[in-house]
């Protein structure tokens, strides 16, 4: 079965205190994995896609790389407004859901000041 | 460019109604995606429309409904509603298919009492 298991569930951090968020996952082939941001009582807003082991995107504080089994969304120098739901959801290549987004149930990261 | 866009952002049914919710894609994005949003199972797919016509359907049962019309603009419906159908109702839009990357709306929260 196709899953996404992201860790931690939460995450407090001080401005400035750099710290990474681990997505694991499991997927009939993998199509491309996906980066969300999400705030309280908005819609996810997209962040990054991954397509290959190796692969690496950087985007301001943040930086997105993808092994064969997770990925690690490492943030450098967080500022307050970082606070935030991070999901990562993958795609399958094959399968009953494939080219389905599957979600994990995400990191929420709090930055203190 | 417009996001995506969805109403109305909040709605209060009781149980056993029937609600309809509406989402207008990105300029040019043909292809719509539907999820629902739970604190306990996260983001889960609904289904997805392409021309006119629905291309995949998530694990979710028949009240669950939805069309789009030649406009690319899509409705989802749900008959005789459930407490357990209280959520946050996402829709995104891709360019023309699912499996390419997906623009969120704000979403529609439905509280069901």
């Known amino acids: 079965e196709d899953q996404v298991t992201q860790s931690p569930e939460a995450l407090r951090l001080q401005e400035g205190e750099s710290s990474s968020l681990n997505c694991s996952y499991t997927v009939s082939g993998l199509r491309g994995l996906f980066w969300y941001r999400q705030d309280p009582g908005k819609g996810p807003e997209f962040l990054f896609t991954l397509y290959s082991a190796g692969e690496e995107k950087e985007k301001e504080r943040l930086k997105a790389t993808l092994t064969k089994k997770e990925s690690f969304l490492h943030i450098t120098a967080p500022k307050p407004e970082d606070s935030a739901t991070y999901l990562c959801?993958?795609?399958?290549?094959?399968?009953?859901?494939?080219?389905?987004?599957?979600f994990g149930k995400g990191t929420k990261l709090s930055v203190k000041p | 460019k417009a996001g995506v866009t969805q109403t109305p952002r909040y709605l209060i049914k009781t149980r056993g109604q029937q609600v309809t919710l509406s989402c207008s894609p990105i300029s040019g994005h043909r292809s719509v995606s539907w999820y629902q949003q739970t604190p306990g199972q996260g983001l889960q797919f609904l289904f997805e429309y392409f021309s006119e016509t629905q291309r995949n359907k998530g694990n979710f049962p028949g009240r669950f409904s939805g069309r789009q019309f030649s406009n690319s603009r899509s409705e989802m419906n749900v008959s005789t509603l459930e407490l357990g159908d209280s959520a946050l109702y996402l829709c995104a839009s891709s360019l023309q298919d699912r499996r390419e990357t997906q623009y969120f709306g704000p979403g529609t929260r439905l509280l069901v009492l």
């Open positions: 959801a993958v795609q399958a290549s094959y399968g009953g859901s494939q080219g389905n987004l599957i």
